[in-house]
């Protein structure tokens, strides 16, 4: 253990501590803009300097390791005056439109500029013009130039955690911003989606398109119906920004606040996602029987930054994908036949859209393989952050609104289809129905359970009916390289690998709401899920009544010439950029 002192208190932390996390431990916060930890430790910020006695310049407390005897000081006048004169720098060349910036008043930057007391620049602003400053505006993803202010976090975070290295450093001196690799821009790119730079950005130099106009405009036009879809991990979020606490966020409070908002029909992609669960499943053991799966496995295709991944980096193993669609874009499908009918309406009337906590979302909606003579199967996506956006533009306050229930029939969900928004939730979703379809019994609902937790990559093999049947449940697209890399060197093997782009799967997505605090919230978020798995009084997706009532009514039988025709799709049918 080292001894030091921190601004008069003694402190003991292990050897090759850093400094601020000394201080962290000893409840002295030291502001920070460009620290994460193990990902981005380069004091490129240098906002975190602190004075340590008997060191002649400043030193960065977020990458120098403690010393024995050392004695430091946060708030020193020097150090007051450096963390000014850094901040006031880092300012001249940011966009200080506060008002017009989706994180103002969750930006780190404008909290710590707000904290110190900055009223105004002494140094001139020097931003991008011109063609340097533009960026497309179709893009899912949108990079304000004149917002960033070069910590490298996305460098970083695309480049360690998602390994895509989609960013980098472009020009030099003072014109120095962060652009995308290789002298590209994005559309031609091989960028997932995953939106975990816009996540870890602490300004508002990367966003989501925002397309909450839109929505608006669809809510105020009399001739569409208008068809809400919320997904699995939004509940378990979506109250973070609002002050409502996670057992306060409930579904039915969401029903009540999408109604207010305007929207004719509010359902759950739960739904869908048991439906899913019926085709993906049916699938799995259709290409487990026949033999499909001796040397490759099925890959779950629910994550669209995962498709977007394997299309760009491993196009041949692009038939491993399950060919069932997204949870999302099954519920469009629905939505626009078998909903218009029950309805009595239009199938081009219905105006569907989805509340997802994902950017990679947004594309995937506007594929060309996710769309009928009746138009895409769903017209318009929105993040949990634009859902915010829009509750906060129309000065609702969910807390005090009444819980109303989800509209019927795609309002009905199991525990099953809730657990989709956390990592290995899809995979044990999908065991419960495969057990029961190999057996005709219902295995515990927690017999599966071992794929819940763990590190990025986690591999459990279950005996069903005497079959065999491994699995692999991997997060983030950094460890799923490594997954694909040991598949195609022989040194493993499975039947099943549910994949999810984002670490800890869409509870920890790109469109979530972002926590000034750098916190990583899909931990808690996936427990919310698994409590309300728990408390469902359902929890398997082929005992879901509305989704046996589909069958009955519409589809006949999972895998039927229907369901293939409206649930599953041809993920050869359109190609990223760089594919070949």
């Known amino acids: 253990m080292v001894t030091l002192t921190i601004d008069g208190q003694t402190v003991q932390v292990p050897e090759g501590t850093t400094i601020l996390e000394a201080a962290r431990q000893a409840n002295i916060r030291i502001p920070h803009l460009c620290y994460l930890k193990e990902i981005n430790e380069i004091a490129a910020c240098r906002v975190c300097c602190v004075e340590v006695e008997g060191e002649r310049a400043m030193v960065t407390a977020c990458n120098n390791p403690v010393l024995e005897g050392m004695v430091v000081h946060t708030n020193s006048p020097r150090a007051r005056t450096t963390r000014r004169v850094n901040v006031e720098l880092i300012l001249s060349q940011h966009d200080c439109r506060c008002a017009t910036c989706v994180r103002s008043g969750n930006c780190q930057l404008q909290t710590i500029a707000n904290d110190l007391g900055i009223l105004d620049l002494p140094y001139q602003t020097q931003l991008p013009l011109g063609l340097r400053g533009a960026w497309t505006t179709t893009f899912p993803l949108f990079h304000d130039y004149n917002k960033c202010i070069k910590c490298m976090r996305c460098v970083q975070v695309c480049d360690k955690v998602q390994s895509l290295s989609i960013w980098d450093v472009a020009s030099t001196g003072s014109r120095t911003t962060i652009d995308v690799s290789g002298n590209r821009v ?26 909450t106009q839109r929505a608006f405009a669809a809510l105020a036009d009399p001739n569409k119906i208008t068809v809400v879809q919320v997904a699995p991990a939004v509940r378990a979020s979506w109250g973070e920004s609002l002050g409502l606490k996670r057992e306060e966020a409930t579904m039915e409070r969401m029903a009540a606040t999408l109604r207010r908002l305007g929207f004719d029909y509010v359902y759950d992609t739960n739904f869908t996602a048991d439906l899913t669960i019926m085709e993906e499943g049916s699938e799995f053991l259709h290409r487990l029987k026949s033999g499909g799966l001796v040397r490759w496995p099925m890959f ?37 036949t078998w909903l218009a009918q029950k309805l009595g309406v239009e199938p081009e009337k219905i105006f569907c859209v989805s509340i997802m906590p994902c950017v990679a979302k947004k594309a995937e909606s506007e594929l060309p393989t996710m769309a009928t003579e009746h138009g895409p199967d769903v017209d318009l996506v929105l993040t949990t952050r634009e859902l915010v956006r829009m509750i906060r533009a129309d000065k609702l306050n969910p807390a005090l609104l009444p819980e109303e229930p989800m509209d019927s029939p795609m309002g009905t969900h199991t525990g099953a289809a809730v657990i989709f928004g956390a990592t290995g939730g899809v995979m044990e979703a999908a065991l419960r129905t ?120 519409f589809l006949g039988a999972p895998l039927s010439e229907r369901s293939e025709h409206l649930l599953h799709t041809d993920h050869k049918g359109w190609s990223m950029p760089n594919q070949l």
């Open 186 to 211: 994005i559309k031609d790119s091989d960028c997932a989606l995953c939106g975990q730079c816009i996540t870890h950005c602490p300004v508002g130099g990367l966003r989501e398109r925002d397309d």
């Open 300 to 336: 779950t295709s629910c994550c669209p930054g995962w498709v977007r991944f394997l299309k760009s980096q491993y196009p041949e193993l692009t038939n491993q994908l399950s060919t069932a669609k997204s949870p999302q874009q099954m519920f469009g499908s629905v939505a626009k």
């Open 434 to 553: 495969a057990s029961f379809l190999l057996t005709g019994e219902n295995p515990d609902p927690d017999a599966f359970r071992d794929v819940r937790t763990g590190p990025g990559l986690r591999e459990v093999t279950y005996e069903i009916a005497g079959i065999p049947v491994r699995c692999a449940v991997v997060s983030g697209l950094g460890n799923t390289r490594k997954l694909i890399q040991r598949l195609k060197a022989g040194k493993v093997h499975y039947d099943f690998v549910e994949v999810m782009a984002c670490p800890g799967g869409c509870a920890g997505g790109g469109g979530q709401p972002i926590s000034v605090e750098d916190e990583e919230l899909y931990g808690v978020r996936g427990e919310r899920l698994y409590q309300l798995d728990r408390e469902a009084p359902i929890r398997y997706s082929h005992e879901n009544p509305q989704v046996q009532a589909l069958y009955q009514e």
